[in-house]
């Protein structure tokens, strides 16, 4: 029997014997350690375990984002995996998307940040262009929040998109400060 064969942020991972009703969330919290995305519902609702999957399609790596709650491991021969553990973190130097959204107050428990901070980092990966805010909010359609509420989460990200302002047009813009 060949291995299973994939990748996470980067690194070779070799299965010899997958366990079928693995799934990549549970593969990542507790085989590799990767606790960055988070078990919310289990079944897909929440977006809370989103990360982004890139695979070779027709010649061109296709990105996209996935609930890793859903992902049986067995079906990821062949893809890489990328985490919220990849793009960034407050030790080291956060991501745009994730300086973004802290500096509009758009997480306060974080439990969904990792999560929306996927869709978005799979959105940006996925287009040669920046996407509109019309499609920044529906690659979000999958990610709930229960604390911070919509509106900080699409402000900050929304500097991301082709419509996106720099600041929200106050003279004491948080983003124009220096931190």
Not at 158 to 175: K, Y
Request: hydrophobic share 35%; glycine share 10%; charged share 20%.
């Amino acid at each position: 029997m060949n291995p299973l064969v994939f990748f996470v942020n980067g690194k070779r991972v070799e299965e010899q014997q997958p366990d079928p009703e693995w799934n990549l969330l549970w593969y990542l919290r507790s085989k590799l350690g990767l606790v960055g995305s988070k078990l919310g519902c289990g079944e897909g609702g929440c977006g809370a375990c989103t990360v982004m999957l890139s695979k070779l399609v027709d010649g061109q790596v296709r990105h996209f984002s996935v609930n890793a709650c859903l992902s049986p491991v067995v079906t990821l021969h062949g893809t890489a995996v990328t985490t919220v553990e990849a793009l960034g973190s407050a030790p080291d130097r956060l991501h745009p998307i994730q300086e973004r959204l802290a500096k509009a107050h758009g997480s306060q428990c974080g439990f969904c940040t990792p999560g929306f901070v996927m869709s978005a980092y799979a959105l940006l990966r996925s287009q040669p262009t920046l996407p509109s805010l019309e499609q920044l909010e529906d690659a979000l359609v999958g990610n709930l929040c229960r604390c911070t509420g919509y509106r900080p989460i699409l402000e900050g990200l929304r500097t991301l998109t082709s419509d996106g302002q720099t600041t929200c047009g106050r003279a004491d813009c948080c983003r124009n400060r220096e931190y």
